[in-house]
């Protein structure tokens, strides 16, 4: 099933159901929090469930676009992690339970989208000594409505307590996992056999200086706000082991491929560097479409930062130290929006490519600065420290360091410096 069918389908599916369908917002977040970009679907809802607003529906669905740095190390290097995603989202404000919204769930799982029972596991809160907080039997009796007792297994506050962003909004959750395996009979584990699809939060209390207090707004249990990643429901509906395999990927793959002269089989690096720029693409398409281009503050710091992080890994794998980010934006502008617009297109290549000159003159000048600073300091040998300094200080990456030192000069090669300072 196609990337787009089964976001219509999720979206129909809950309309029938009586939800409000309402469009995604932008990705830009203006409430002043410390949060720059939405990054989950409740963001624009947060000020009805602590009802600063009033809302005329409680029963509400929709497909948001979301952008989430805080695993950008991850993104790229794992099979589902991403910077920019769409969450499938359903919520209810003071409407309907936590069996109605694992029912919904269960419905659309194993019918509309026919995904084997066999497959299904879920996790529940077990509870919390130091909060007082019980553990979730209720969750456990309406779960056991649909699959086996075995396959249900209670987490921790770490796993399955929600807390949402900065908004102070939390409660014990229950998520969805499924084996992405063809072995049915593998015992449950939280590692790549099993990904998480679907995570239902029971909003009950409000989170402040790590003190769970309830919340007046929240005397039912009819509060819930569920997400699920379009990407790893596609995944998984398409047979893929990787998010990045899905079909919507696919010409932006094929371009990069083109571009970079990926035309063999490739190794994990490779993999690595076209996931990498795949995800980060996406990324750069939205914010720049909001009129935000490069800069050291705010917004234009994480646009730079995911800029950077294709360049460079590029240079690291390809030794090239060429723009290439422009040549990709045509396609990726059009399966973003699903639509082009050739005079926007043609502004975001002229900022990005000039961002991936001036990066570029940038590393070529701190190399020299690098290499003056070893001379003039007579080092020899670099050390743990020195090696930081030189991060800190020129932003010269570990691998960049060896590659343009004197070869008289000695490292001593630390791992853990190549874990704090690699991409």
């Known amino acids: 099933m196609k990337y787009n069918k089964i ?27 410390k949060m720059l970009f939405i990054n989950s679907g409740i963001n624009k809802l947060k000020d009805y469930f602590l009802k600063n607003k009033k809302i005329k529906y409680t029963r509400i669905a929709n497909a948001q676009k979301c952008i989430r740095i805080n695993d950008i190390k991850s993104v790229g290097k794992d099979n ?16 309907y339970n936590m069996y109605k919204a694992i029912k919904y769930s269960w419905t659309l799982i194993t019918k509309i989208f026919n995904i084997s029972k066999d497959r299904i596991y879920v996790t529940i809160f077990k509870g919390n000594k130091e ?17 086996n007792k075995n396959k249900i297994f209670f987490k921790g506050f770490k796993d399955n307590f929600w807390k949402i962003d900065n908004f102070n909004l939390c409660g014990p959750c229950t998520e969805i996992y499924i084996n992405i395996t063809k072995n049915n009979n593998i015992k449950f584990k939280k590692n790549k056999n099993f990904i998480e699809l679907w995570n239902i939060v029971n909003i009950k209390y409000i989170i402040n200086k790590k003190k769970i207090l309830l919340n007046n707004n929240f005397s039912s249990n009819n509060y819930i706000d569920t997400g699920m990643g379009l990407e790893r429901l596609a995944m998984i509906l398409q047979n893929k082991k990787s998010t990045y395999d899905i079909d919507i990927f696919n010409p932006i793959k094929k371009k990069i491929k083109k571009v970079l002269n990926i035309f063999s089989k490739h190794n994990k690096k490779y993999k690595i560097l076209i996931n990498i720029i795949i995800d980060h693409i996406r990324s750069i398409c ?5 009129n935000i281009y490069p800069d050291n503050k705010k917004y234009g710091y994480v646009l730079r930062k995911l800029i950077r992080r294709c360049l460079i890994y590029r240079y690291k794998i390809q030794d090239k130290k060429t723009p290439f980010l422009y040549k990709i934006i045509n396609i990726a502008y059009k399966i973003v929006f ?29 190399i ?6 070893l001379k003039n300091n007579n080092i020899k040998i670099l050390d743990k420290n020195k090696i930081l300094y030189i991060y800190s200080t020129y932003g010269i990456y570990y691998f960049i360091v060896k590659r343009n030192i004197n070869k008289k000069i000695k490292i001593i ?3 853990d410096i190549k874990n704090n300072i690699e991409l």
């Open 7 to 33: 976001k219509k389908k999720f979206i129909y599916f809950f309309l029938k159901k009586k939800h409000k369908i309402i469009n995604y917002s932008t990705i830009i977040n203006n409430d002043n929090s």
């Open 80 to 95: 589902f992690h991403h910077t920019f995603f769409e969450m499938l989202g359903n919520w209810s404000i003071g409407n």
């Open 131 to 147: 909060h007082k907080l019980k553990k979730d039997i209720k969750t456990y009796i309406y779960w056991k409505q649909f699959i």
């Open 286 to 290: 939205y914010i720049m479409n909001n």
């Open 338 to 366: 699903n639509k082009e617009d050739n005079k926007k297109i043609d502004i975001i290549k002229t900022k990005l490519k000039d961002e991936e000159n001036f990066y570029f003159l940038s590393i070529k000048k701190n």
């Open 368 to 373: 020299k600065l690098m290499l003056l600073y």
């Open 413 to 415: 090669d630390f791992k």
